[in-house]
């Protein structure tokens, strides 16, 4: 049995995991706004309460909604230790300072312990019946019976919230596989889980394996999946149809992969190269929201792309602008970075920062992000000048001299502006080299070479009216023919 991932690679409750540490409390108000029901509408199932947990912890004044809201969604959902998560994150952020105003606990939701009673007898009373029949299915050697049952007995501990045994059974059921179909079913269903844990570093192997899979499944197109398979797993009527559908999901997969791993480049290439969100089906509101991929996009791009790059898979992108039609302001901001009103994109990253931030995806990203958006920034402002006072730069960024000087100082330290700063005049110089300098030098050196060049031709045509060259001896046939047969009876009385 092959299993890449092991049980202590995915945590059993990350949510409750990730909201016990203290974190920065984000502001909503007119300068930062937030629609909380808009935003949310996006989302389904797990993601929902995952996402209204982290919206708990991190903004205070909208906390109580949050959580009532979490509430309701998890009611609908069969992990009861979700609840317990949701009560933590808002008695972490009630203990802030800024929480200190928030209602207890019990004046905001109730705690129905009927209900958890109830799941739990469930759960239990299911696991119990699946384990039953995995077991019969194990004792009569029926292959295809024991993978969907070990599948089925993933897909129930994924929904209770055991996610270690769900990939123990994810994986098992790989064993059992007898087409290439049924290893795609289970890579997409273990890439389902691993996105959920945000665990980035194991996606890009079983996007491999999905992709083999996919190859084969193509090339072998046209076999029907058995009775017993859900939609997702049945066999494609149409294989082109389907391919797209699942190749779109593992390149939205392999996006996530290089966000959550930093690499932001290559996650905009990815990102820029989705499909329409109908190709990817139930993901859509499952795991990501299609505004969730114009942010990520769209931020990935700006933060690492070159401007022609940007107007070419971005700009130029028809199926990527349906997606900005979800946000916006996205399309603002865009406008504004191409045509060099820097002051607008700063103040649209920062007017929209809570959005950013409590997005469980990018979230901690977001700082990096948006510093590599200021250098690129400041380098683009500064390409045209030969010397530019530092006010004329704090005038079009919105900020203070004093910051100016000390962002333009550090990507001179880092290479990335080759210029200098005179503080006392409060301008910076850019250090370009000098063109005529370096094309007289380069004309001497040319005469240089071409002169040597010459007195070396000079010379050998001295020595040639000289006769001091010495030549190759000329060859004599009576000599040469004579040297031939001296050899061939040598080698005839050797052998």
């Given at each position: 049995?092959?299993?890449?991932?092991?049980?202590?690679?995915?945590?059993?409750?990350?949510?409750?995991?990730?909201?016990?540490?203290?974190?920065?409390?984000?502001?909503?108000?007119?300068?930062?706004?937030?629609?909380?029901?808009?935003?949310?509408?996006?989302?389904?199932?797990?993601?929902?309460?995952?996402?209204l947990i982290n919206i708990t912890a991190s903004c205070p004044s909208i906390a109580p909604q949050a959580l009532k809201l979490a509430f309701t969604h998890l009611y609908l959902l069969r992990d009861s230790s979700l609840v317990s998560a949701a009560i933590s994150a808002y008695e972490m952020v009630a203990s802030s300072p800024e929480g200190q105003s928030l209602p207890p606990v019990?004046?905001?939701?109730?705690?129905?312990?009927?209900?958890?009673?109830?799941?739990?007898?469930?759960?239990?009373?299911?696991?119990?019946?699946?384990?039953?029949?995995?077991?019969?299915?194990?004792?009569?050697?029926?292959?295809?019976?024991?993978?969907?049952?070990?599948?089925?007995?993933?897909d129930y501990h994924r929904a209770t919230g055991d996610y270690a045994s769900a990939l123990k059974h994810y994986t098992k059921s790989r064993e059992f596989c007898s087409t290439s179909q049924h290893?795609?079913?289970?890579?997409?269903?273990?890439?389902?889980?691993v996105i959920e844990q945000r665990n980035y570093a194991h996606i890009s192997s079983y996007i491999c394996k999905a992709e083999g899979a996919l190859d084969a499944a193509a090339?072998?197109?046209?076999?029907?999946?058995?009775?017993?398979?859900?939609?997702?797993?049945?066999?494609?009527?149409k294989p082109g149809v389907e391919r797209e559908q699942i190749q779109s999901k593992l390149n939205l997969a392999m996006a996530l992969s290089h966000l959550g791993q930093g690499n932001y480049e290559r996650a905009a290439s990815s990102f820029l190269r989705l499909g329409p969100a109908e190709q990817l089906g139930d993901w859509i509101g499952k795991l990501v929201g299609p505004g969730d991929i114009a942010i990520y996009g769209t931020l990935c791009a700006l933060a690492s792309l070159s401007r022609s790059a940007i107007k070419a898979q971005l700009l130029g992108n028809s199926v990527f602008s349906v997606y900005i039609e979800q946000e916006p302001y996205i399309r603002d901001l865009i406008q504004a970075y191409m045509s060099s009103d820097f002051k607008t994109t700063l103040e649209l990253l920062s007017r929209y920062s809570t959005r950013h931030y409590v997005d469980i995806h990018l979230g901690v990203h977001v700082n990096d992000i948006t510093q590599h958006i200021r250098n690129t920034a400041i380098v683009l402002y500064f390409q045209p000048f030969e010397t530019i006072r530092l006010e004329r730069m704090a005038i079009a960024f919105g900020w203070t001299v004093d910051e100016v000087e000390k962002e333009v100082v550090?990507?001179?330290?880092?290479?990335?502006?080759?210029?200098?700063?005179?503080?006392?005049?409060?301008?910076l110089k850019a250090k370009k080299p000098d063109h005529r300098a370096e094309l007289f030098a380069y004309a001497m050196k040319t005469a240089s070479d071409i002169q040597s060049t010459n007195r070396k031709l000079l010379l050998r045509m001295r020595l040639q009216q000289a006769d001091l060259v010495v030549k190759n001896p000329?060859?004599?046939?009576?000599?040469?023919?004579?040297?031939?047969?001296?050899?061939?009876?040598?080698?005839?009385e050797m052998s």
């Open positions: 049995m092959e299993v890449d991932l092991i049980e202590s690679d995915i945590p059993n409750q990350p949510g409750l995991v990730q909201h016990q540490r203290k974190r920065p409390t984000r502001p909503i108000d007119d300068a930062h706004p937030f629609d909380l029901d808009a935003y949310i509408s996006s989302y389904t199932g797990r993601t929902a309460v995952d996402r019990a004046d905001v939701v109730i705690v129905e312990t009927g209900w958890i009673e109830k799941v739990a007898n469930k759960n239990m009373a299911e696991r119990t019946k699946l384990e039953v029949e995995l077991k019969t299915y194990s004792n009569n050697m029926i292959k295809e019976s024991i993978r969907m049952g070990h599948r089925d007995l993933g290893i795609l079913d289970m890579c997409l269903s273990v890439l389902e889980l090339a072998n197109a046209g076999p029907a999946g058995s009775d017993n398979t859900t939609p997702v797993q049945s066999a494609p009527k550090t990507l001179i330290q880092n290479g990335k502006i080759q210029g200098r700063v005179d503080s006392q005049n409060k301008i000329k060859s004599n046939p009576r000599r040469d023919q004579a040297q031939g047969l001296e050899a061939a009876i040598a080698m005839g």
